[in-house]
């Protein structure tokens, strides 16, 4: 079965200019995360996705980023414009259930350097 | 809010030494407790989990136990090999493991042959 795909793995744009992120989750898998991992740090989580209902979107940066997971299956995050401190690495995870004991299985991420 | 908080890295053993990672937590009710690793050049892994309080989780000699009274979920391994070398993160969800993650700031852990 094929894990979380992620694309692109590696993005360097200039500030100010905007970029997207794909992810399609492991089949059948109802909820999605996007989370960003700063360097050295552990991952954070930014949104996350039951169906196509973002239930939980509190730490999202809303002046800039927006998300959107249309007909439940593939999502896509996007920041515009890009600032130097979005430089991370966003990772994009999913589960089989929306609530209660589940494990998430995460993509590769995609490494986003903004010069 | 909830947060989680782990030794500082690099942490470099000789191989078939013992091991141990510390993780506290802070957390409102009964979180789930994980612990993820991360291979070089690998996305995250989940290790093993814990969803209440006494329970061990355990996965290829790892294991950890939920601590509930000094709300520690510590990583420990009899005897690490080469392969082990990983980061390795802990984590917790207020839901089960279908929340959000909050996880640590990892620990790079590195065996030497």
């Known amino acids: 079965e094929a894990g979380v795909v992620q694309s692109p793995r590696y993005k360097i744009i200039e500030k100010k200019q905007p970029v997207a992120f794909w992810c399609n989750p492991i089949?059948?898998?109802?909820?999605l995360y996007w989370y960003r991992q700063n360097l050295g740090q552990g991952p954070e989580l930014l949104i996350r996705?039951?169906?196509?209902?973002?239930?939980?979107d509190s730490q999202l940066p809303k002046d800039r980023f927006s998300a959107e997971r249309l007909k439940g299956v593939d999502s896509t995050l996007k920041i515009q414009p890009a600032e130097l401190g979005d430089s991370a690495v966003y990772l994009c995870?999913?589960?089989?259930?929306?609530?209660?004991?589940?494990?998430?299985?995460f993509g590769p991420g995609t490494r986003l350097t903004v010069l | 809010g909830n947060s989680v908080t782990q030794m500082e890295g690099p942490v470099t053993l000789s191989e078939e030494a013992f091991l141990t990672i510390n993780c506290t937590y802070t957390a409102t009710g009964y979180p789930s407790l994980f612990w993820y690793v991360q291979y070089p050049g690998e996305g995250l892994q989940l290790l093993l989990k814990a969803t209440k309080a006494d329970d061990k989780g355990s996965n290829k000699g790892f294991e950890a136990t939920y601590r509930k009274e000094t709300t520690s979920f510590h990583l420990e391994k009899g005897s690490v090999q080469v392969s082990d070398s990983a980061v390795y993160f802990c984590a917790l969800s207020a839901g089960g493991g279908a929340d959000g993650l909050t996880f640590g700031k990892g620990t790079h852990l590195i065996i030497q042959p």
């Open positions: 089949s059948g898998h109802n909820t």
């Open positions: 996705y039951e169906n196509e209902e973002a239930v939980d």
């Open positions: 995870a999913s589960s089989p259930r929306v609530a209660g004991d589940s494990e998430q299985f």
